[in-house]
């Protein structure tokens, strides 16, 4: 498994960009990120094969969120644009999917960082 640290969480008001950062001890190659708002369960918002140009979305965020790695520096990020107060969560970082499921389902991954606040205030 890989050690994964998340940061650039805020607060913004809504309409607003936030840039997500998350770095990965070693190679991995499957990463994603998941948000979890206060009495919900944790949901998908984006995630990608490291060696393909594939990614996968939520519906929610299609259009407003957009995945991406950087190889060479084993991170993950996640730019988020047209910030809603719904999308304001604990933000996590994920790593190494399991197959048999959709690559947005938080119970296929074994690695996970600790999170980062995202705040969208209206």
């Known amino acids: 498994r890989v050690h994964l640290v998340e940061s650039g969480g805020g607060s913004v008001q809504a309409g607003g960009s936030l840039r997500l950062s998350c770095a990965a001890s070693?190679?991995?190659?499957?990463m994603g990120w998941f948000r979890q708002a206060p009495g919900k369960e944790r949901e998908g918002v984006a995630a990608?094969?490291?060696?393909?140009?594939?990614?996968y979305y939520a519906d929610s965020v299609k259009g407003r969120f957009t995945i991406s790695h950087d190889n060479a520096k084993n991170t993950l990020y996640l730019q988020m644009n047209r910030l809603k107060p719904e999308d304001t969560a604990m933000y996590y970082c994920?790593?190494?999917?399991?197959?048999?499921?959709?690559?947005?389902?938080?119970?296929?991954?074994?690695?996970w960082g600790q999170g980062t606040q995202v705040t969208v205030s209206s």
């Open positions: 994920a790593a190494d999917f399991r197959t048999g499921g959709s690559i947005l389902s938080a119970g296929l991954y074994d690695s």
């Open positions: 070693g190679y991995t190659g499957s």
């Open positions: 990608l094969y490291t060696g393909a140009n594939s990614p």
